[in-house]
């Protein structure tokens, strides 16, 4: 099969990510703004292409104040950096539709080569004819590495916002006709 191109169908895509709060709890969010490219042939996706640019202005995490704060010059920045971008660089076949997902990722300035977890969940066709097929990554990006440094000391110790910030995006795309 020859690689062909593919474009996320945002209604059924999702862009998820939490990070420890206190120590003792975890903050959820998401954003609701991302596109995609990709170029994949679904029967091995080692010599696919993937960028994933993520608008860092449409997240939200149920509360407008941080929400506000997040994209404020303590954490995102968006006057200077408004988005998240992801170019793949390579991808290793671990099993049947499982993969690692090399890339850069560039987010607040810093472009820093990351790994992620990366799954093929399949393909078939939608009542309309139309070819679809979904992928699943997941992985965690160190705020720190990334100049992502805000922060508060705690009182009994640790502090206020986890360094780790773990996420999952799940994607369904439409082949191009």
């Not at 990510?17 to 170029?39: C, L, N, R, W």
């Not at 705020?143 to 996420?167: C, H, M, P, Q, W």
């Amino acid at each position: 099969m020859a690689k062909t191109n593919w474009v996320v169908d945002a209604a059924h895509s999702s862009v998820d990510f939490y990070v420890k709060h206190m120590m003792i709890a975890k903050v959820k969010g998401t954003f609701h703004q991302f596109d995609a490219s990709i170029e994949a042939d679904l029967e091995d996706l080692a010599n696919a292409s993937i960028a994933f640019n993520i608008d860092l202005n449409s997240v939200d995490t149920r509360n407008a104040d941080r929400d506000n704060h997040l994209r404020s010059a303590d954490f995102f920045d968006l006057d200077n950096y408004p988005a998240l971008t992801f170019r793949s660089t390579g991808i290793v076949r671990n099993s049947d539709g499982e993969y690692d997902l090399f890339g850069d990722v560039t987010l607040h300035g810093v472009t820093r080569s990351e790994t992620f977890a990366l799954s093929f969940e399949g393909s078939g066709r939608d009542p309309w004819g139309n070819e679809k097929a979904g992928f699943s990554a997941s992985g965690v990006l160190r705020r720190s590495d990334y100049g992502l440094s805000y922060n508060a000391v705690l009182e009994t110790g640790g502090v206020l916002i986890g360094d780790e910030v773990k996420f999952t995006i799940d994607v369904e795309a439409a082949k191009q006709a």
